[in-house]
């Protein structure tokens, strides 16, 4: 990773409302806590502005600049229980209001556009393209979250890199739990929004987060043509298409693991930065009896063998559309006629396809796979890519 970067806390996406226009209303339950937001990002993922929330008696109101610094709006009194805040845009003026009091004063709209990278209006009146895809987030910290015992979770499964959350959507329709992650804000809003029931219910736990090798706040570079390319490397996730820099807030996995549990299958795939997953799960004293990662790497491969996983298949991600969930299940629950769909991950455990091969010969294929792999990216980006899948006792 680069240098870290000095920014107000975003922590994990909890609850997306919806889509902004001119008119539109939006109420939310909100706990008063230091560190907490309601964050509006625009499509193309700038952030407009903030809500923040702080611990004391007082619901600050600000804005977040460009430049990192946050200037107070306005002030409301509440109460350091959960709150009902209203935001109401109008054409000129956005209110905000907390238990129905209502803040002496917020922004303009002309000034979210400024703060937002628009540029400056002077207009006192206007309509608002700019925000019709806008997101809006209610976010709390991880850190809040309680440290749980070091046990492996039998019904739990961790999507790190959940992309569109199709791998997600599998797992819990398998009747696991799961806790996804993903760096891009815009994939996790749509994900909150599909999984709606399944957060409300904690089977779904969404963060809106990087996973690296350190916590801190990075570049992550988003492929406008590729989002499943994105990566807090800029070369991995351009591969000649244009890209996005934003800033996003990078957890470790034992931040995650301290939280959650170990689960019983990983399933990782964030471009080039599966090691920093793959290696702490394998090298705990509680490890998942499955993981899987992106193109088998043999360095990471060795350190699954060292740490007892003994049993590996490479699958070829390109034909996930011919898996078929095994009936009766032998993972979770039946999912009979499930469609996997182009870019899934698949199927995953003891109902992946093909036979499973011991340490030795899967050293020898992944030498194999490795020369045709460098042989076929001297060509093209646009290759067939394959998972390893590693098993212990």
Known sequence: MVQEKARHPFRDLTTVVGEIAVGDVFEVDVKAEDDSFLTFLSADMRVLFCVKFAEEATRLNMIRNLDGTWEVLGSLPVSSDACRVRIEFGLDLCEVTCNQEKAEAFCS?????RIGGRGDFHNEKMDLPGLKEAA???RRTLLDLPEVLAEQQSDLIFDIGMHNGNDTDFYLKKGFRVVALDANPVLCAAAARRFQKEIQENRLFLF????GPQAGFFSFYVNQDHSEWSSFRQKTASRGHPVIEIDVEAVTMDMITARFGVPYYAKVDIEGYDRFS???????????KYI????????????LVEQGYDRFKLINQAKVEEHISASPAREGVAVPDYHFKPGSSGLFGEETPGEWMPADAMRTHLVDYEVSRAEALSKSFYIEWFDLHAARP
């Open 136 to 138: 809006v987030f209610v």
């Open 292 to 303: 899987s990662f992106e193109n088998g790497h043999r360095d990471v491969f060795e350190i």
């Open 208 to 211: 809106n987060l990087g996973l």
């Open 109 to 113: 709209i002309s000034e979210i556009f």
């Open 278 to 288: 793959v290696v702490p799960l394998a090298q705990a004293k509680v490890k998942p």
